[in-house]
Every structure is written in C-alpha cells, then in structure tokens.
C-alpha cells in the first residue's frame, strides 16, 4: 500500500494526517495542506495551500479558476505536507514559493522518486 502524504523532514509544526476512522467529531482536528502541483516531470511548479487538497486539486483540474495551473496545465499532485493550524501552512506555502527549482525538484524526487500523480491516492 502507498503513503499519500509525504514529509521531506519533521518538523513539530506538521501533524499527523486526520485518521480516516474516527466516529467521534470530538476527537477530528483541522488539517491544512501545502501542495506542489507539477506540469510533468522538470515542468512548471504551482504550490498552494488549503484545507481540502482533494477538492482543490479537483479544481486545478477541471481549470475551474482562471490561473497559471488553467494557463500552463499544472495539474498533477507530486507533493504535499500536512499541518495542524492555518498559520504553519501558509507560512511554509511562502517559504517554498522561495525556494530555487532545483530544490523543489530534490524534495519531490526524495518521497516521490517515480513521480507517481497523488490525487489519485487521495480518496483511497
């Protein structure tokens, strides 16, 4: 079986993903998600943040917005990281978006070394 959620390093601010399992709505956190969406292999980068990465990848698919993922068909799922509150997530959104090519690139290809799509294993 594979692991949707990829982690490049831990880090205190992450959290574990929401169990999909759980009966009590007491017990359910928030989870807030930083992506990496990819034209193709060394293609153009989109990085995002949301708190429903299977609707929002749907999105980018379905070129539901008028954007760069509708402009350059960046549209395929090859990274994401899990985060307990909003501020975590966007701040790491931020730190990404600054981050060269080439490291992108590196973080993907050390989780995701087939660049294997991970919408597809979202809903699994």
């Known amino acids: ?6 982690r490049p390093s831990p880090s205190p601010q ?3 993903p929401p169990c999909a399992g ?5 017990l359910w956190r928030m989870a807030f998600y930083v992506y990496l969406l990819v ?3 060394n293609g153009t980068f989109y990085t995002g943040v ?3 990465l299977a609707r929002r990848i749907h999105e980018h698919r379905e070129k539901q917005a008028d954007s760069v993922t509708r402009r350059y068909d960046v549209t395929r799922l090859f990274y994401y990281e899990v985060f307990e509150t909003t501020e975590d997530a966007i701040r790491r959104e931020k730190r990404l978006k600054r ?5 992108k690139i590196r973080t ?6 087939g660049w294997r799509d991970l ?6």
């Open 39 to 41: 034209s193709r292999k």
């Open 108 to 113: 993907i290809e050390a989780d995701n070394p």
């Open 50 to 52: 949301t708190n429903n």
């Open 1 to 6: 079986m594979t692991v949707a959620v990829i």
């Open 14 to 16: 992450r959290s574990s």
């Open 22 to 26: 759980i009966q009590s709505r007491s």
């Open 99 to 103: 981050w060269p090519w080439a490291w």
């Open 119 to 124: 919408y597809e294993e979202l809903n699994r």
